[in-house]
């Protein structure tokens, strides 16, 4: 450090004046006025090619330098500079399309490539790793390295991240910042795997752990077309990430979302370790997790209006009752006894699953949608599950009454 570049202006002073000593650099007092005119007397000749300011204070060293100047890099003229690029191979620039860039400006700030250099040369960069809108860059930043005579760090340059249009991705797209993900539920895992996978590959291999991308990662694997954001392989990939997790993992992370619910209720609460199991497969999002388990976790479920309508009508009734009294005479009380004995009861009854299941879903979590009922009652425990079955049933007899009150006049 430090670490601002604002208060590291004295280092990049040094470096300035070492490249000014070595002859590789110089003072240049052209004013603004000066170097407008040249380039509109450039523009005047109607020529294609760039313009290429060319100082006057190239190899003058008549200014005082306590007067404003800039601090401009003596490019070569001839030749040119090759350098490998990690991922693109040998990258060759001409010199004869450099100008004398701009190391300092007169206020004592840098511009960016002196600024990188110095700043990596100061702190050990060994790698740069960084967008191929950059290439451009790498050139002027090579020329510096050797002036100052030190090693040249090694280049990389990725793809950039596209919209699914084909565009730059942009807010446009949805892009947001890696705390708005982290807000909206994603694992940090996921992020870097799905970013990882941008740009990179390992065959088929969608899904990693950290470990493996530090295993598997290598340059000659990553591509040099730009890659596409897609949220929706961002969300599978997310899923798969979470469905990693152990349970009590995603219980502590489901706590907060919980709280949001108004949900007070532990990390190693039985009945969340008991339902985490049934929910992750259904779950993509930490937030999931807390809608999943919400109904779990209440005296009484929130009943979906438009599931409770369609299911509990009065022919459930009879059904739930059943259902209830299969529950709580069932011994022992786990999953495999309640399945054998409501199978044996829908036989003799004659009626199919399809009858019975959606009311005791809706019954049982409020919901048209959630684990199997079987697993749902095991978490929920056999008196919970008897006291929801016996309250669905009453407002299923309910909603007759209600039907027939509201029907024509």
Same mark, same amino acid.
């Given at each position: ?41 450039? +523009?005047?000749? #109607? ?31 001839? #030749? ?40 990596? !040369? ?5 790698? !740069? ?18 002036? @100052? ?13 596209? #919209? ?19 807000? &909206? ?21 969608? !899904? ?33 990430? @979470? ?8 219980? +502590? &992370? ?7 619910? #108004? ?11 008991? +339902? ?87 019954? &049982?979590?409020?919901?048209? +949608?959630?684990?199997? &009922? ?36």
């Amino acid at each position: 450090g430090p670490y601002r570049q604002s208060e590291r202006l004295d280092i990049y002073k040094q470096y300035a004046e070492k490249l000014i000593a070595s002859g590789h650099a110089y003072r240049c007092y052209a004013t603004k006025e000066e170097i407008q005119a040249a380039r509109d007397a450039h +523009a005047a000749t #109607g020529t294609k090619d760039g313009f290429v300011f060319e100082s006057p204070w190239r190899d003058r060293t008549d200014g005082d330098p306590s007067e404003p100047h800039a601090v401009r890099f003596k490019a070569p003229r001839e #030749g040119s500079t090759t350098f490998v690029d990690q991922i693109r191979g040998p990258i060759e620039v001409a010199h004869s399309t450099l100008q004398d860039f701009i190391l300092l400006r007169n206020t004592g700030l840098p511009l960016y490539n002196f600024g990188c250099v110095v700043d990596d !040369v100061t702190m050990g960069i060994t790698l !740069v790793a960084r967008g191929d809108d950059h290439i451009i860059n790498t050139t002027p930043q090579v020329l510096i390295y050797e002036a @100052l005579g030190v090693p040249v760090p090694a280049f990389a340059h990725l793809p950039m991240v596209l #919209g699914p249009d084909g565009k730059r991705f942009s807010k446009r797209h949805g892009a947001v910042s890696v705390m708005e993900y982290r807000d &909206l539920g994603y694992l940090p895992d996921a992020v870097l795997n799905y970013l990882a996978r941008l740009g990179w590959g390992h065959g088929d291999q969608e !899904v990693f752990t950290r470990d493996e991308l530090v295993q598997l990662f290598d340059w000659a694997n990553c591509g040099k077309q730009a890659g596409k954001y897609d949220p929706k392989k961002f969300l599978f990939v997310q899923a798969e990430h @979470l469905r990693m997790q152990p349970d009590a993992t995603l219980a +502590a &992370l489901a706590q907060p979302y919980l709280a949001a619910r #108004g949900l007070d209720v532990a990390a190693d609460d039985p009945r969340v370790l008991a +339902a985490m199991p049934y929910i992750k497969p259904r779950s993509s999002l930490l937030p999931d997790l807390a809608d999943n388990l919400d109904y779990f976790l209440r005296d009484v479920p929130q009943q979906d209006e438009k599931a409770a309508k369609k299911f509990l009508k009065p022919d459930a009734a009879p059904h739930l009752r059943a259902l209830a009294d299969l529950v709580q005479r069932a011994e022992p009380f786990d999953q495999a006894t309640l399945d054998a004995a409501v199978t044996a009861w829908l036989e003799r009854e004659g009626l199919a699953m399809k009858n019975v299941a959606q009311p005791a879903r809706v019954a &049982l979590s409020g919901r048209s +949608a959630s684990p199997g &009922l079987f697993e749902v009652m095991d978490v929920l425990g056999r008196d919970v599950s008897v006291q929801r079955l016996l309250a669905a049933a009453e407002q299923a007899e309910a909603s007759g009454a209600t039907e027939a009150a509201s029907g024509p006049q």
